[in-house]
């Protein structure tokens, strides 16, 4: 095929690795992005790790390469700039593989909505910034499978190459509108994201089941078919959602069919699946209409003056947000309107330690946030 540039690097080679880590070492910024197998694996895990330099592409292939745990200290080193385009599920995919930590971040995601871009897909950005037209085909290729076609290998490729202009420009432009400070903050903030937990919920048929409106028997059934997916997922190493969507499962515990040949014309049932799995999906049945009914999950007790300071908040957010020309959570996440919510804050010393309120947003936005708060103090506070 026809490369538009000259193809990466493909590390497969542990002694190969060693040196290109020695080089990475000298560079003042690399460009990072991951691929993993989510749609093909029962646990997916980072598959290629892409790195550009300046003047240079790489896919790293950790499957091949034995000591991959090379690569932590170099993302972890302050003097060395990481680039990202939506780093936030690359650095959960990395730390729960690797256990990698990142530092001196720089998310040109999060740049372009700091600056009030509202088409922040790579593809957009790179079309405006730069001029070049992405091909999105491959987004659900198999990055577990080996060899990769050159198309794939191109693909990843072309997600890291251009990302050190693209930076540049809205690094550019964040010190034109004065948020490289804020862009910063954020930055961090991001890069503090904790391992993904890939742990099964037994529970998690609740999450399916209640907004369906499903009573106690058919989430009875509910939990047989949930559990039975998993199940079988295990077995296949393939996502859940690859067996039974949640939408089959809720049509099966609906129908609550008694033979296999019921379950033609249940919503999702293919003949395959019905020739396949029917009689377990029978079996499961038959366990939920015989088996206990399931105990709801206890709904926590909002306090009505947590939820009245939540709206307050967000709706100042909103009303800073628009003033702005960005969107709202750029202003403040929802995680940290709870937290204001719950503590209450009264003073600036009490802004202090509220998760995703740094240095910056309290200077800009601290007083603004006690003034909301101030009406919704308990007497006597």
């Known amino acids: 095929m026809d490369w538009p540039f000259s193809p990466a690097q493909y590390i497969d080679h542990d002694r190969d690795f060693r040196k290109l880590v020695e080089a990475l070492a000298a560079e003042p910024l690399i460009a990072i992005d991951t691929e993993s197998n989510s749609l093909y694996a029962y646990r997916e895990r980072v598959c290629l790790i892409q790195i550009s330099t300046r003047s240079a592409d790489y896919i790293v292939d950790p499957l091949r390469v034995a000591n991959i745990r090379l690569l932590g200290p170099l993302l972890a080193d302050p003097h060395i700039e990481k680039v990202f385009h939506a780093a936030e599920y690359d650095l959960l995919c990395l730390k729960r593989d690797y256990d990698f930590a990142v530092t001196n971040l720089f998310d040109t995601m999060i740049a372009a909505r700091i600056c009030g871009h509202k088409a922040i897909g790579l593809d957009k950005l790179l079309g405006q910034y730069v001029g070049v037209e992405m091909n999105k085909n491959h987004q659900r290729d198999d990055w577990g499978q080996r060899p990769l076609p050159d198309e794939s290998l191109l693909y990843a490729q072309m997600d ?51 907004p369906a409106d499903l009573h106690r028997r058919q989430m009875a059934i509910l939990r047989e078919l949930y559990l039975l997916r998993e199940e079988i997922a295990q077995e296949r190493d393939t996502p859940p959602f690859k067996v039974f969507n949640d939408k089959t499962l809720v049509a099966i515990a609906q129908a609550a ?114 003034d909301v708060l101030r009406p919704f103090h308990r007497s006597g506070r």
Do not use: C
Request: proline fraction near 10%; hydrophobic fraction near 35%; avoid cysteine.
């Open 257 to 370: 069919p008694g033979t296999p040949h019921q379950l033609r014309g249940v919503f999702g049932m293919s003949e395959n699946q019905i020739r396949r799995y029917g009689r377990q999906l029978i079996q499961a049945v038959e366990r939920g209409w015989r088996g206990p009914l399931p105990q709801p999950p206890p709904q926590p007790n909002m306090d009505p003056l947590v939820a009245e300071r939540f709206n307050a908040l967000r709706v100042w957010r909103k009303t800073r947000a628009e003033a702005r020309g960005v969107e709202s959570d750029v202003i403040l996440t929802k995680d940290a309107l709870w937290a204001l919510a719950y503590r209450a804050p009264g003073t600036p010393d009490d802004l202090h330690d509220i998760p995703g309120l740094g240095p910056w947003r309290r200077a800009e936005y601290g007083q603004e946030i006690l």
């Open 160 to 210: 890291t190459h251009y990302l050190p202009l693209l930076r540049d420009h809205l690094r550019g432009e964040l010190e034109r509108q004065n948020a490289l400070v804020e862009a910063r903050e954020t930055f961090e903030e991001y890069a503090r994201v904790g391992p993904l937990n890939h742990q099964f919920d037994p529970d998690g048929y609740w999450r399916i089941g209640l």
